[in-house]
């Protein structure tokens, strides 16, 4: 019988991290946007004050995946919420209970903080993903459409430049 364990990402992590940031990115067909390097990671998950958190998911001691999180607040509740921005369990673990594992985590952490919500974002086409999502009773928000903004658009609203449609 396997031990699974879910502790924090130490610093001692950080490659860890980026080897699953970079393994994730190949799964959602995006290599080439994952840009982030060992001090991106150590200045925002282990720096003085961290406004966002990971979880490493150990199978017999082996990582097999994680989580990146941070809190968030919603008007209309008056409470936190608790963010998924990244969940990675590697091909040959799933189907074994470590990405529950982890989701569970998160709830728990959710619960703890009295937050009124956990939610994170799936692509449209990953549909092992929304299938498992499914069956553990989130619900897709459909209503909302999700805005990004990046580059030099971001850049061009932050100075106040007119931006081309």
Not at 37 to 46: A, C, K
């Amino acid at each position: 019988m396997s031990t699974l364990n879910i502790r924090p990402a130490t610093e001692q992590d950080i490659d860890l991290i980026l080897h699953f940031v970079r393994e994730l990115a190949i799964y959602e067909k995006a290599e080439d946007e994952a840009k982030a390097t060992p001090e991106h990671v150590r200045r925002t998950l282990f720096c003085e004050h961290p406004t966002v958190f990971g979880l490493i998911c150990e199978v017999d001691g082996k990582a097999v995946g994680f989580a990146v999180y941070f809190f968030n607040y919603s008007t209309w509740q008056g409470q936190h919420g608790l963010y998924l921005e990244d969940l990675y369990i590697t091909p040959d673990a799933r189907g074994h209970g470590a990405g529950k594992a982890l989701l569970q985590r998160l709830a728990q952490i959710a619960i703890d903080k009295n937050c009124g919500r956990f939610e994170w974002s799936c692509l449209d086409w990953n549909t092992p993903s929304l299938k498992f999502y499914d069956s553990l009773g989130a619900l897709p928000q459909t209503e909302w459409i999700r805005y990004r903004m990046t580059g030099d658009a971001l850049q061009a609203l932050a100075s106040g430049q007119k931006t081309v449609s």
